[in-house]
């Protein structure tokens, strides 16, 4: 019962931070700089290196979709926001933060390189943390993949689906 217990409380801190990051995010597009697109090679895909390291005991990792991202879709009341929620599939979120500082460290390493086939949409630094954000297209003015990763915080929130520029574009105008 008490595994139960403190597993409950992790998977509830965990959808906070969700919940937090997503509305954090209208605020990111306010305040940060763009910086010009940019694709790397990479050795691994980032959806890999999250499976390899979910393995890590202190790693949390949760991926919203069918039921649970369908409930969500009828709760949202804005039309912005529901249009492009009703173009997501699936939202995975991984954080290391709790994690030992040289699993972080490792974990990012291997993230930095994961980012083959994706667009650098922004990035931005601040002192210590560090937030980037890539997309993957695919076809012209669809995104298939919005990625929001930290390796400050070693952390990836994956949304998936098949969301039209245009309606990205909305929600960043309307927060601002």
């Given amino acids: 019962m008490h595994f139960e217990t403190q ?14 990051t997503i ?3 209208g605020s990111l ?17 980032i959806r890999q290196v999250i499976r390899k390291y979910d393995r890590v ?3 949390e990792c949760i991926n919203l979709g069918g039921l649970i991202l369908s409930l969500a879709k009828t709760a949202v009341r804005e039309d912005i926001d529901a249009e492009l929620l ?22 990012a390493s291997e993230a930095e390189t994961a980012f083959g086939g994706y667009e650098k949409l922004m990035e931005v630094r601040d002192d210590e943390d560090d937030l980037t954000i890539y997309v993957k297209m695919s076809a012209r003015e669809v995104i298939k993949e919005f990625v929001v990763y ?8 994956i949304m998936s689906g098949k969301m039209p520029m245009s309606a990205l574009e909305q929600l960043i105008e309307s927060t601002t």
């Fill in 7 to 20: 597993r409950f409380k992790k998977d509830l801190k965990m959808r906070t931070k969700i919940l937090a």
């Fill in 23 to 25: 509305a954090a995010l």
């Fill in 29 to 45: 597009f306010m305040t940060s700089a763009i910086i010009a697109p940019d694709c790397s090679a990479a050795d691994k895909d």
């Fill in 57 to 59: 005991e202190c790693a």
């Fill in 86 to 107: 009703k173009t997501l599939k699936r939202i995975t979120v991984f954080s290391m933060e709790e994690c030992d500082p040289e699993d972080r460290a490792r974990f």
């Fill in 150 to 157: 930290s390796g400050s915080d070693a952390s990836v929130i």
